[in-house]
């Protein structure tokens, strides 16, 4: 038992060869967050290339918000995101992200970076950004955890309204095929909003992934109410 355990998450600790689709940073071998996701892993290689849909829906109203991504990494250590968020079928914004890796620590069980987003909202004609610090760290073959904290300046042009944005997301190895996690993203400025995201993913190949979860979401200023949220992912 003991050596099949060893086998089984020696590729999840230390070479990232299993999963590489939805992964936070390949070395250490940590997953990728579900909703608030990477611009492909810290630590990226020139060249890398990813698509992914994410789809959220309501389940007190039906409404599905759904976002096609495109993710390149431009050079080592730096990788660019341009993504289109619909509500339902209707475009509602242009999103462009760049994130950067700073480095490792404590024997490469710990990764850190950056990462700064763009967006224009069509329906509200306004403009806002995020600028985050990210940090990843391996307790274990198969704990694992990924944090960011940040700041979200919304209404550039017009409200000017700033907000604190904490999250963190524990990770457990089941196997090198399925990973089991739990998402908490918060923005905390006059009211706070959250969404708690248990999920599960599921790695068919090294480079198909599905991520499928359910759980309690409330922008600030609204009830809250509950949703269904999956993403798949091909990387190359």
């Known amino acids: 038992m003991l050596t099949v355990a060893s086998g089984a998450y020696g590729n999840i600790f230390e ?3 299993n999963g590489d689709a939805a992964l936070s940073s390949e070395r250490p071998h940590i997953p990728e967050p579900m ?5 492909r892993p810290l630590g990226v ?7 992914n849909v994410l789809a959220g829906h309501s389940l007190r109203n039906g409404k ?4 096609p991504e495109l993710e390149y990494a431009v050079r080592d250590g730096l990788a660019v995101e341009f993504e289109l968020p619909f509500e339902n079928l209707s475009i509602a914004e242009y999103k462009l992200a760049v994130q950067g890796t700073l480095g ?11 990462q700064a987003i763009g967006r224009y909202d069509r329906h509200h004609d306004g403009y806002s950004a995020d600028a985050l610090y990210l940090a990843g760290y391996r307790w274990d073959h198969a704990f694992s955890t990924f944090n960011m904290a940040g ?15 904490v999250n963190t997301s524990w990770f457990y190895g089941v196997s090198d095929r399925v990973t089991l996690g739990i998402e908490l993203d918060n923005e905390i400025a006059s009211r706070w909003g959250y969404l708690l995201m248990p999920q ?4 068919f190949t090294d480079h198909a992934t599905l991520q499928l979860g359910a759980g309690p979401s409330r922008l600030p ?4 109410e509950w949703m269904a949220v999956w993403r798949m992912i091909f990387a190359f």
Request: no cysteine.
């Open 64 to 67: 599905t918000d759904w976002a």
């Open 35 to 39: 909703v608030f996701d990477l611009v």
């Open 15 to 17: 070479d990232g060869e």
């Open 200 to 203: 599960v993913h599921l790695d």
């Open 221 to 224: 200023g609204k009830p809250t």
């Open 104 to 114: 490792t620590l404590f024997g490469r069980r710990f990764i850190h970076g950056w």
């Open 45 to 51: 290689q020139q060249g890398e290339f990813e698509t």
């Open 151 to 165: 700041l979200r300046w919304s209404g550039i042009d017009r409200r000017n309204k700033l907000a604190g944005i």
